[in-house]
């Protein structure tokens, strides 16, 4: 087994990242969107667990700790605006959901 | 109750009656006049108090200080003040009884009666200022009540032009006199009116003609004086006790008063203008009278006239010369001989209007003295009292006018007989016109179906009648005043040995030639003969079918100083106007339009990139952080 670098870790948290973030931009889909979003989340946790392991410090950890806390808020939140978006306008594409334009 | 204390309720009641009246009794006209005129008997009361029991005082509260500069709130009760505190509040309350038959009929009679408050709370207060900041806050409430009350009738286009004419003509006076007050803050380091006695008493070397002159200026808007005239005959828009109360015997008089009040401002060279300025006034009031055919605008002229007499007066006999230690000898001649003639004034001109209202009023609101003509049966009561009035107002013997203008007279008899070549003659035009007027409306036969139906008001329009007809009759001898208020009338210089027979028989010449030429004028004859000399039938003026040239030049007269002003606000200052509101909207309206246009603009685009759509903003959101990345890298 061949023992992963720290650049090797942050390759994939970039990859992830770029995944996440072309899912945002792309789709049609609020909640293809709202999982994009936690991709990148999840890429930056990445990158700080990496970050902490290679300096050995506590650092990176403690942000992680906050970022899951607050990312389980979020999806809370979100999936309730994305259940009540549904069933006010009976749709969830986000180019139908123009009314703040039109 | 110290007397600084009622005159401080004197103040107060008449501004408290306004507001009562503003706030709880504007659709109860009834109670309204009967709060006012209740305030009104107080004022007099207090006033008749503060006046005969020869209480003097002055009082002063610092009201605002504005850095250095304090301005008090004060009373200066001097015999000046008396005199001129009890003929406000006699004239005032006269108006106010009458008022109640005149104005019986009115809708808005509450806001008539919270007017007159207004009036009498404003003008009570220039009597009793003791400083000149606090007359000049005063002087501007007249102003303003004046404006009210002369736009009475409002739907009347013509009140309203009349209103803002007398509001505009009084500030450009006004502009002067609050420069003639800063200037004077600014020289002699204080306005209060005691001060400043005290200050020329000892001498004070400063010695500015600007000041009394700047002053004055108030006065030739506020009394009517030759150039600012102009507003006072349109005024007779408000109702006639408002033209009898403000428009002739206070409201105009103040300008006289002040003039009286900061006496000790004064320096020669400006006293010689006052007086040729007064005189000049006197002349040509008289001379317009002289065509008028409304008889309110006769006696409105006829008040012109006799504002006139009285600013001469002052101008006349106040100072005497200049020691060479730059001290100026003050004497109250002047001021003795115009406050003299102010009160009689007072009580004969409120006497021809409130009996020409009694006419109009009587004549169902007719106003043109051609279409009356024997009223002397149908109103006798009217007809007694206005030929005393007259009587007053040409000087015969012994009824009021006789004495104040037999005092002018020899005042100008002593100082300058050109002034009294100009006086005297002025004197015989009073007696022409006011003859005129009497023999027109009262004697003869009616020439209207109104004067045929003419009937007489009713008590309280009688009463204010008597009284004043008892004033103007008996005003004229001092020796009957009471002692606390003859104080300022004997000053008032006694003519003696050969002036004294010129003077008197200069006077009665020229009352018996205007008088009789008046009476051969418009004898029922030439009335009936210019009647039918015009094609029309329409009531012509004697003097204007015989002696046409004669009237033609009196009316240019009249109107040449309203052409003169429309030509000057229509042709210079109107283009001005336009030439600075193009400039405006060049300049600051430029710059102003394109700052705006450009913040317009930014918004335009700005618009551009809110599409609605979530995708396209996650784009810009790339290209920030993009914009981000590239600054932090140190590329941009």
């Given at each position: 087994m061949i023992a992963a670098t720290l650049n090797a870790y942050l390759g994939l948290s970039a990859v992830l990242f770029a995944i996440g973030f072309l899912g945002v931009l792309l789709r049609r889909n609020a909640l293809v969107i709202f999982m994009g979003l936690e991709l990148m989340l999840v890429a930056a946790t990445l990158a700080l667990v990496a970050f902490s392991r290679f300096n050995a410090t506590m650092d990176g950890d403690v942000f992680v700790f906050f970022i899951l806390t607050v990312a389980a808020a979020e999806v809370a939140v979100g999936l309730a605006i994305v259940v009540a978006l549904f069933r006010r306008s009976g749709t969830i594409q986000v180019n139908e959901l123009d009314s703040l334009k039109n | 109750m110290t007397p600084a204390r009622l005159a401080f309720l004197l103040l107060a009641a008449p501004l408290a009656s306004a507001g009562a009246t503003a706030c709880f009794l504007r659709r109860r006209g009834r109670a309204a006049a009967a709060l006012s005129v209740g305030v009104a008997a107080l004022i007099l009361a207090g006033a008749l108090w503060l006046g005969f029991s020869g209480v003097r005082f002055e009082a002063d509260r610092e009201w605002l200080s504005l850095g250095g500069l304090v301005v008090s709130f004060g009373f200066k009760f001097d015999d000046l003040a008396a005199l001129m505190l009890v003929i406000v509040a006699l004239v005032g309350f006269c108006v106010h009884v009458f008022s109640l038959g005149y104005m019986s009929g009115d809708a808005a009679k509450a806001r008539y009666f919270a007017g007159l408050s207004v009036f009498m709370f404003s003008m009570t207060g220039i009597v009793l200022a003791d400083n000149l900041f606090m007359m000049f806050i005063f002087w501007e409430l007249v102003g303003f009540s004046s404006w009210l009350l002369i736009n009475h009738w409002h739907e009347r286009p013509a009140a309203c032009a009349a209103a803002k004419k007398a509001f505009i003509t009084n500030r450009v006076g006004d502009f002067g006199f609050l420069l003639g007050i800063l200037m004077c803050y600014w020289i002699r380091g204080t306005v209060n009116l005691t001060d400043l006695a005290v200050q020329t008493s000892s001498g004070?070397?400063?010695?500015?003609?600007a000041i009394p002159l700047l002053l004055f200026c108030g006065a030739i808007g506020k009394s009517a004086q030759l150039p600012l005239q102009v507003w006072l005959p349109d005024a007779m828009e408000g109702p006639t006790p408002v033209s009898a109360l403000?428009?002739?015997?206070?409201m105009v008089a103040a300008g006289i008063y002040m003039l009286c009040r900061i006496q000790v401002l004064m320096v020669p060279q400006a006293l010689d203008v006052i007086a040729w300025v007064g005189t000049a006034t006197a002349l040509y009031g008289a001379l317009c009278a002289v065509?008028?055919?409304?008889i309110k605008k006769v006696l409105a002229y006829s008040t012109i006239s006799q504002l006139g007499y009285m600013v001469a007066a002052f101008g006349l006999g106040s100072v005497e010369h200049r020691l060479e230690s730059g001290e100026i000898v003050l004497v109250a001649a002047g001021v003795g001989a115009a406050m003299f003639h102010l009160t009689t004034h007072a009580f004969f001109k409120a006497l021809l209007f409130l009996g020409s209202g009694s006419v109009i009023h009587g004549c169902s609101h007719e106003q043109d003295i051609f279409r009356m003509g024997g009223l002397a049966r149908r109103m006798r009561f009217t007809f007694v009292t206005f030929t005393v009035a007259v009587a007053a107002i040409v000087g015969?013997?012994?009824?009021?006018g006789f004495f104040s203008k037999e005092a002018i007279l020899a005042l100008a008899f002593s100082r300058n007989r050109a002034i009294f070549a100009v006086l005297a003659f002025t004197a015989g035009l009073t007696a022409f016109y006011m003859l005129r007027l009497w023999r027109l409306a009262f004697l003869g036969r009616p020439r209207s179906d109104s004067a045929e139906h003419a009937h007489e008001g009713g008590f309280s329009m009688r009463a204010p009648l008597a009284v004043l007809a008892a004033l103007a009759a008996a005003g004229g001898f001092t020796t009957l005043y009471p002692r606390a208020l003859a104080g300022i009338v004997d000053w008032a210089l006694e003519p003696e040995g050969a002036a004294r027979v010129a003077v008197l028989s200069t006077s009665l010449a020229v009352l018996v030639a205007g008088g009789a030429l008046a009476l051969i004028l418009y004898s029922s004859a030439a009335i009936g003969r210019a009647g039918a000399a015009a094609a029309d039938n329409f009531l012509r003026d004697p003097l204007e079918s015989g002696f046409p040239v004669i009237f033609g030049a009196l009316v240019t007269l009249r109107d040449s100083f309203d052409t003169a002003y429309g030509y000057y606000i229509e042709k210079v200052q109107q283009r001005f106007a336009m030439l600075l509101n193009f400039v405006d909207l060049l300049g600051i309206g430029g710059l102003m339009r394109s700052l705006a246009g450009l913040v317009g603009l930014t918004g335009l685009q700005a618009r551009a990139l809110h599409v609605g759509r979530l995708n396209v903003y996650v784009f810009w959101f790339l290209a920030g952080v993009a914009v981000l990345w590239a600054f932090a890298a140190g590329i941009l």
């Open positions: - | 004070f070397a400063s010695y500015s003609r403000i428009h002739a015997a206070t065509t008028q055919r409304d015969l013997p012994f009824f009021a």
